[in-house]
């Protein structure tokens, strides 16, 4: 897409180069808790220039195809199972913006959902808490299970312009995820890690600092270790989207740097923030 094609959806005023977030959004229950988790994201929220919108790449919507909510209202989506009951009455009534999901739409050659889908909770549990007053149009873009991480990676790369209009771009899963070896009687355990899940920490974190993107994608090639921490890619990606929008001049900061329950990690970064 040209800038004067894009200029057609989200006109022609640039702003400053909007940061890049990717947020480990851990348990459902971080929407209604206060830690250091949701600390972690109040604070960086706060720090940040108000965006005109937000795009996120959550874990939590997988299609065919690259898909982009495309409603005026998009709906607060509850896609989970036996949590206690006031988790299931929270509501983030953002606006949607349907100019950015065509111009994403666009971008990606994806497609538009103007009914389908809304805001999952790897969204909307996070976004109250960095946008607490729900104040910013949100528009949600699905992860395509067709496609190799290498793949994302390009992918990724054609939002960049979309940085240089206001619009922040928020990555939401967990770079350590096995839900499967989870120690449930440790779910509030802050450190506490097995060994495999801190050796897979130590070896991702080392190529987030040293921007190997292409070692990143191909991580099934990382070890056992990796393969423990990474068993399916969905909650994984977002932070792939969030790595390969970094420009060579952008810092990374990362925080909420934390293993939790043995098998996950809530690291979260903050590229040119």
């Given at each position: 897409?040209?800038?004067?094609?894009?200029?057609?959806?989200?006109?022609?005023?640039?702003?400053?180069?909007?940061?890049?977030?990717?947020?480990?959004?851990?348990?459902?229950?971080?929407?209604?808790?206060?830690?250091?988790?949701?600390?972690?994201?109040?604070?960086?929220?706060?720090?940040?220039?108000?965006?005109?919108?937000?795009?996120?790449?959550?874990?939590?919507w997988e299609t065919y195809g690259t898909q982009f909510t495309a409603m005026v209202q998009p709906r607060t989506i509850h896609d989970f199972g036996g949590?206690?009951?006031?988790?299931?009455?929270?509501?983030?009534?953002?606006?949607?913006?349907?100019?950015?999901?065509?111009?994403?739409?666009e971008l990606t050659l994806g497609a538009l959902d103007h009914e389908h889908w809304g805001l999952d909770h790897g969204a909307w549990s996070v976004l109250l808490h960095l946008v607490p007053n729900a104040d910013v149009p949100v528009v949600q873009m699905s992860l395509d299970r067709g496609k190799t991480p290498t793949e994302h990676v390009a992918l990724a790369k054609s939002l960049t312009a979309l940085r240089r209009r206001g619009v922040l771009i928020v990555g939401s899963g967990n770079m350590v995820h096995n839900l499967r070896r989870v120690a449930w009687d440790r779910l509030n355990q802050v450190g506490f890690a097995y060994d495999w899940a801190t050796e897979a920490h130590a070896v991702l974190m080392e190529r987030v600092r040293g921007q190997r993107l292409d070692e990143l994608a191909q991580y099934a090639r990382l070890g056992s270790a990796v393969q423990f921490a990474i068993p399916t890619p969905e909650h994984y990606l977002p932070m792939l989207y969030a790595l390969s929008l970094r420009e060579p001049d952008e810092a990374l900061e990362?925080?909420?740097?934390?293993?939790?329950?043995?098998s996950l990690t809530m690291t979260s970064l903050a590229l040119g923030a």
């Open positions: 897409m040209t800038a004067s094609e894009l200029d057609r959806w989200l006109g022609s005023t640039l702003t400053e180069r909007m940061p890049v977030l990717f947020l480990g959004h851990g348990s459902p229950m971080n929407a209604i808790e206060d830690n250091l988790f949701t600390r972690g994201i109040h604070s960086k929220g706060a720090e940040l220039p108000k965006p005109r919108a937000i795009l996120c790449i959550s874990a939590h949590f206690p009951e006031p988790l299931y009455q929270v509501q983030y009534p953002a606006p949607g913006m349907p100019a950015l999901a065509s111009a994403g739409a990362v925080f909420n740097d934390y293993a939790l329950a043995g």
